[in-house]
């Protein structure tokens, strides 16, 4: 094995130059033991950094969630000038990965080819700090290792103080999503901003939502402080899918400013991602938490998650918003205990009113007469704003294809098909004949 110094010349100006390893296999054959030795593979990196950017370099360890690494993994696919690819690690493990951009980045498509995070050193030269991701090798395969150096604390600070604020301005929205591997971060751009006007449901319910919204992230916090209020606050929203909590989360998103992270809850959920959450939620705080399908929290963590919720600071400058389809599988622990969520509002199917005014909004009365608009608000009792929107999209269509709109067809078609999953009987020719082999 051949461990390489900084006296070899980089060229990291082009990328498609061939990679500087600062370890080599040395033969066919390496020895895995050696050739994955982490106090050479540490010290190798502490020579390059040194002789390079002319000063000593120590080694930190951060102890509080990935907020470094995700911040990493965005200037990587960004391609934010202030880092630099310095050098690989081991020239037999791969140092570049390649991703379909539009699952990171709606606004591009294909595939695209960046240097991988693991087996590759990033300098941030204007903080003087360096982060690589080393293999490491475990009784299933590579594992790895996150390790940061810097010159100085005060280095270190200033760049942790540079990535948050620049993430901050970032308007993209933060996806947690619990899998077989842990808990994956990813962050997305914002497709389209969702107006206060664009949310359709009860008068009373949506006022004191948003009224309380502007409260907790006023610039002052002088409610909090008039009253002696903990500047936190969480609120469960329930009711049947379709009938728009997704769309007044959204517009929360859209109007308030703040950072906003949405995590899925699966059964890959543990208390691992659970803290793991928190403590990113805490470093972006004042901001938004929206935990979709709380009733599907894991039954060997939840105890851990109402901990986490009672915690003396877990939730400072968090707004925490629970959304449930399904309120009868909620944890009562949840809404039976001060401190956890504030308040549980129900997301009622619309009103004939409220489905009128939505037919307007979304364009019936491009298909359909002011009268007949009308006349399909009554219609369509018990409808959700989902379904409203779905005998929209089925007008279009007949228009587009017959030249012509029959609302009250369409309607009693799709009042049909609902029955029929509700009862779960689809098929009604020969409902007598048994399924089988003939």
Same mark, same amino acid.
């Given at each position: 094995m051949t461990?390489?110094?900084?006296?070899? *010349?980089?060229?990291?100006?082009?990328?498609? =130059?061939?990679?500087?390893?600062?370890?080599?296999?040395? %033969?066919? +054959?390496?020895? &895995?033991?050696? #050739?994955?030795?982490?106090?050479?593979? &540490?010290?190798?990196?502490i020579d390059f950094l040194s002789e390079r950017y002319n000063g000593g370099f120590r080694l930190y360890f951060?102890?509080? !969630?990935?907020? *470094?690494?995700?911040?990493?993994?965005?200037?990587?696919?960004? !391609?934010?000038? !202030? *880092?630099?690819?310095?050098?690989s690690l081991y020239d037999l493990v791969e140092t570049d990965v390649f991703e379909y951009a539009a699952d990171s980045d709606p606004q591009r498509s %294909?595939?695209?080819?960046?240097? =991988?995070?693991?087996?590759?050193?990033?300098?941030?030269?204007d903080h003087l700090v360096a982060l690589t991701r080393i293999p490491r090798v475990t009784l299933h395969?590579?594992?790895?290792?996150?390790?940061?150096?810097?010159?100085s604390d005060e280095g270190l600070m200033r760049f942790l103080e540079d990535m948050r604020v620049r993430r901050l301005a970032d308007p993209k929205i933060i996806v947690f999503t619990d899998t077989r591997d842990g808990l994956e971060?990813?962050? @997305?751009?914002?497709?389209?901003? &969702? +107006?206060?006007?664009?949310?359709?449901?009860?008068?009373?319910? @949506?006022?004191? &939502?948003?009224?309380?919204?502007?409260?907790?992230? +006023?610039?002052?916090?002088?409610?909090?402080?008039?009253? %002696?209020?903990?500047?936190?606050?969480?609120?469960?929203?329930?009711g049947k899918p379709g009938n728009g909590k997704t769309t007044l989360v959204k517009s929360i998103s859209s109007t308030t400013g703040a950072p906003v992270a949405y995590w899925q809850i699966t059964e890959y959920t543990s208390s691992g991602s659970i803290k793991e959450v928190f403590d990113t939620a805490s470093q972006l705080a004042p901001m938004v938490l929206v935990i979709e399908d709380i009733d599907s929290m894991p039954e060997s963590c939840r105890s851990y998650f109402l901990n986490t919720l009672d915690g003396a600071t877990s @939730?400072?400058?968090?707004?925490?918003?629970?959304?449930?389809?399904?309120?009868? @599988?909620?944890?009562?622990?949840?809404m039976n205990r001060a401190g956890r969520f504030d308040r549980a509002y129900e997301v009622k199917s619309p009103d004939e009113a409220i489905r009128c005014a939505y037919l307007a909004h979304i364009g019936l009365l491009r298909l359909a007469s002011?009268?007949?608009?009308?006349? =399909?608000?009554?219609?369509?009792? !018990?409808?959700?704003?989902?379904q409203l929107s779905e005998l929209y999209a089925s007008a279009a269509l007949q228009m587009h294809y017959e030249n012509e709109v029959d609302l009250e067809r369409l309607i009693a078609g799709m009042?049909?098909? #609902? =029955?029929?999953?509700?009862?779960?009987e689809w098929m009604t020719e020969d409902k007598s004949r048994k399924m089988g082999f003939a």
């Open positions: 461990i390489m110094t900084a006296n070899t *010349v980089l060229n990291t100006a082009n990328a498609a =130059a061939k990679p500087h390893f600062l370890v080599k296999s040395g %033969g066919t +054959s390496p020895n &895995v033991e050696n #050739y994955f030795n982490y106090i050479s593979t &540490v010290q190798a990196i951060q102890d509080d !969630g990935n907020e *470094v690494w995700n911040g990493l993994e965005e200037d990587l696919r960004s !391609g934010y000038a !202030g *880092v630099e690819h310095a050098a %294909g595939y695209t080819i960046r240097p =991988a995070v693991r087996n590759n050193l990033f300098v941030y030269r395969g590579l594992g790895f290792e996150d390790l940061i150096f810097c010159q971060q990813e962050r @997305k751009e914002v497709g389209y901003a &969702v +107006s206060r006007e664009d949310v359709f449901m009860e008068n009373e319910l @949506k006022t004191q &939502v948003y009224r309380s919204i502007d409260e907790f992230f +006023s610039k002052d916090r002088a409610f909090f402080q008039t009253y %002696g209020l903990p500047y936190k606050r969480g609120i469960l929203l329930y @939730k400072e400058g968090i707004y925490l918003i629970g959304t449930t389809n399904y309120p009868e @599988k909620i944890d009562p622990a949840l002011e009268e007949e608009m009308a006349r =399909a608000a009554r219609r369509t009792d !018990g409808f959700t704003l989902a009042k049909s098909d #609902y =029955a029929k999953d509700r009862s779960r």
